[in-house]
């Protein structure tokens, strides 16, 4: 989840739950001081009526022929009812009010009710005066439905102005991510133009990736300088050994043996030139130093690559099919190192085939890429080692003495070098077949 949209949710989030308690204290907080309110007032009216009754009589307050009065406004929310007791409570004396419901005229109403019992002309009566409690629970409803209403409308204008402001905010951020991490390529093409940002912050991101990136293009360098000063030192006393041991093996008199051990030193000088001239081969292509500026026909390619490797396709009898559905045009690139990269993996598919298997080439052009696959029907690789087919430092076949290592690896720089996708499926005494995903457009 991107980080704009976990503080868009954040604060939706701890926005709606503000507001929700305050949803839910606010008429708590209300009926606490209506309830107050009322009770002051219903104590108010109670000792007015016991004056009365103490002035007056109960006579004087309309006591009916069976001892009792009741009196209610014509809204039902105030209610008073004086009626005889059979019995001494045992709270006496003492005033207790409640929330009740009763039935007045059919209706039932909620009332909040204060009560006491008091004793006149020897007779237990009790007093109840009682106020409605309909408008509070109006009330109520009224605020919770405005808190809900107020919180669905600030959580979606909090969203609206978080995502914008947080678009505004990372923007700085995101220009950072892109020109300075992810468009990079290589170190030599990065741009360390200060990104214009008045956040403390991403400037000092900012100030990091470039100081990063200037000690790593360093250290490209050096290395490149160094690669390339090693295979050079390397291949001239190499070179200088082969033409010695030439020139030893051309002398007259030697014996079978001593010719056998310069002849055996002369092929370990052979694979050890080609190992160096690999390395430095894949050193040029991850420092850049090939031109991209050729446009090449995959099919083109694929038909020079049959040819050059028709001799060893006739050693194995092997069959080779071609399946297009159209040809591709693939540019710019670097023409030699496309052909180098079909022609390792097309070599290797032969070089560990059957003898009379199958070779098949097939292209397809797909909806964001051009799909070439390379299938053979050989003794396939372990699933093991499947991961680690394209790393210069394992080797999974020493015992063929047929490889160097570094065929693999030199495919998978020449398709980092020109963003070309790889994967390659295989099962053991099946086959393997490498998918080549070639990118419709270059940058």
Known sequence: MKLQVKLVLYNAISKALIIGAFGVIIPIIIQGIVYNHIDKRLSARLEKMMRMVQIGGLNEISLDQDCSFDSYNVFKEEYVSISPLSGLPGDFGKRTIENTERLIENDVVKHRVLSQAFLYDNQLYEIEIGEGLSTIDQLNDTIRQFTLRILFAVILLSIFLDLGFARILLLPFNRIVNKKLKDVQHPSTFDSTPVKTNTYEFAQLDRSINDMMQKIRETFQIEREFITNVSHELLTPISILQNRIENIINEPGLSNEVLSRLVESQKTLSRLTKIVKALLYISKIENDQYLKTDEVSLLEICNEVNEELAERIEEKSIEVSQEWDSDFVFGPCNRSLIHTLIFNVASNSIKYSKGGGKLSFKGKLETDHFHLSIADTGVGI??????????????????????????????????????????????????????????????
């Open 382 to 443: 372990p699933s093991e080692h499947l991961p680690f087919i394209f790393d210069r430092f394992k080797r999974f076949r020493p015992e063929d003495g047929l490889s160097y290592g570094l065929g693999l690896p030199i495919v998978k720089s020449i398709a980092t070098f020109h963003k070309i996708d790889l994967k390659v499926e295989s099962e053991p005494d099946q086959g393997t077949q490498f998918h080549i995903y070639f990118p419709l457009h270059v940058d």
